[in-house]
């Protein structure tokens, strides 16, 4: 009996958490610029948790420099990007502003000969992917893309692993939920407008697209369909509230997912995301951010393969090595965090099914 073969008899795996190491004191900084998302905090904590200095840090809006200055005390405010590149002593710059921005600053990060580290969605037009590309190319930076949604999941984290051992035999088909709440009331306006936001298979769908590669270990993808809807909202008609997408991979793995804006208040927190994985011998499902009914703040894993079935609680218990991992790669001129590669091709195959997408703005309760 293979290793694999009898990976699928039992349910008895265990988490292993990442024993990162991180870098030396005062050896990596960097810079934050632009802090339309909230996901900017996150990506400056990580790197920081992963020995990184937060140097400098800069926004047209002074209130969001205040409020990340409470949180990163360390950060001293810049008055311009300029000033950001033109120190020499900063390696990185991270960046979580509007996302039609995103590629013109990475550019300019990357003339200054400093790697950059977008928020997701790093581009929202197919030219700005490829000036990216032609400039890592010339360069030889790295342009980091922070996909938070498995990233900074650490059930799926073991997911990885599950995989890797054979658990659920050879992948099938990945299955992605994305649902948000809106809150529109707090959104800015920029938020609504298909130019700077990209579309929502774009924007959200962009996570789902690059777990469906990580999990299936896949190099490339086709797009068989895709929708993005404006459901709800006429009073803003450049905005999509709903998008799904079907693609299959080169390996010939099969990926559907769904994401919208319609997460209901009763929900205890921002979105009950999923992701189930199904192999030739068993299914995973990850249950990242809350499990519905029960006192759970999510991270829960379900395992069922020949062997059985099993849930596991992940919280502390698998780490997010990707921080570590990008802050050496910066540091050693290395690729152990994700490949370029990888990042590029999810964000071409997130423009393309957005570019493909049926779409349609819903009236009086009737579609197209």
């Given at each position: ?6 990976s ?6 265990e ?26 905090y996150?990506m ?45 002593s ?26 950059f ?12 992917l ?5 400039k ?17 999941v ?167 090595p ?40 819903r ?6």
């Amino acid at each position: 009996m293979s290793n694999a073969t009898e990976s699928t008899q039992h349910t008895k795996f265990e988490p292993e958490h990442h024993q990162e190491t991180p870098v030396k004191e005062n050896r990596l900084f960097i810079g934050a610029f632009g802090l339309e998302h909230g996901h900017i905090y996150s990506m400056c904590k990580g790197m920081k948790e992963a020995g990184a200095t937060i140097r400098w840090v800069w926004d047209e809006d002074p209130k969001k420099i205040e409020a990340f200055q409470q949180v990163f005390p360390e950060a001293s405010q810049a008055t311009s990007l300029s000033q950001i590149l033109q120190d020499q002593s900063v390696q990185m710059v991270a960046s979580a502003a509007i996302p039609s921005t995103r590629c013109d600053i990475g550019l300019q990060v990357l003339d200054a000969d400093k790697h950059f580290f977008s928020a997701k969605a790093p581009f929202t037009t197919m030219s700005q992917l490829r000036a990216a590309e032609q400039k890592v190319k010339e360069t030889g930076l790295h342009w980091a893309v922070f996909y938070s949604e498995r990233l900074q999941v650490e059930c799926a984290g073991f997911a990885e692993q599950l995989i890797d051992k054979g658990a659920i035999g050879d992948v099938v088909q990945v299955l992605g939920m994305g649902p948000h709440r809106l809150n529109i009331d707090q959104r800015p306006e920029w938020f609504f407008w298909k130019e700077t936001y990209g579309g929502i298979v774009c924007d959200i769908g962009s996570h789902q697209i690059e777990q469906f590669l990580w999990f299936a270990k896949a190099n490339n993808a086709r797009i068989l369909s895709s929708t993005a809807i404006n459901m709800s909202h006429p009073e803003y008609p450049e905005f999509e509230d709903y998008g799904d997408a079907h693609l299959v991979a080169d390996n010939g793995a099969v990926h559907y997912f769904r994401v919208d804006w319609f997460t209901p208040d009763g929900l205890r927190n921002w979105g009950d995301g999923r992701t189930t994985i199904l192999g030739t011998d068993g299914y995973i499902e990850l249950r990242k951010y809350i499990d519905i009914t029960h006192q759970s703040e999510g991270e829960q894993l379900y395992l069922v393969n020949h062997g059985g079935e099993r849930k596991y609680g992940l919280k502390g218990k698998v780490g997010y090595p990707y921080f570590y991992r990008l802050a050496h790669d910066v540091l050693e001129n290395t690729s152990n965090a994700m490949p370029q590669n990888h990042i590029f091709k999810a964000a071409e195959l997130c423009l393309l099914a957005q570019e493909q997408a049926t779409n349609f703005q819903r009236k009086g309760g009737e579609g197209v």
